[in-house]
């Protein structure tokens, strides 16, 4: 199995930034197999919405909605997985979830973090 635990999020005024992480651990043929990261965030009464996702190259992609205020990243050697946003806005104030897609005999299997909540002030 593999663990994901995420740290960062806090109280922040609208316009300053936050950087979340997230670590991964675990028995490391599982986290080889790990192929994307991702962030997703969920607001009171509304869907899951994914956020960013950067690839094992290092391909990233953003929604709309953070596209030039949030970078992901990762550092490979230490199995984390980053979130700066910068920017923020009122509403980003959301729970921020880590995710790794894994490739898995039968297509491809998930991991979860706990989720660190977000919350910025106008």
């Known amino acids: 199995q593999v663990q994901l635990v995420e740290s960062g999020g806090g109280l922040v005024q609208a316009g300053g930034s936050l950087r979340l992480s997230c670590a991964a651990s675990?028995?490391?043929?599982?986290?080889?197999?790990?192929?994307?990261y991702r962030w997703w965030r969920q607001a009171p009464g509304k869907q899951r919405e994914l956020v960013a996702s950067?690839?094992?190259?290092?391909?990233?992609d953003y929604s709309d909605s953070v596209k030039g205020r949030f970078t992901i990243s990762r550092d490979n050697a230490k199995n984390t997985v980053y979130l700066q946003m910068n920017s923020l806005k009122p509403e980003d104030t959301a729970v921020y979830y880590c995710n790794a897609r894994y490739a898995a005999p039968t297509g491809f299997g998930d991991y979860w973090g706990q989720g660190t909540q977000v919350t910025v002030s106008s």
């Open positions: 675990g028995i490391t043929s599982r986290l080889n197999a790990i192929n994307w």
């Open positions: 950067i690839s094992t190259g290092g391909r990233s």
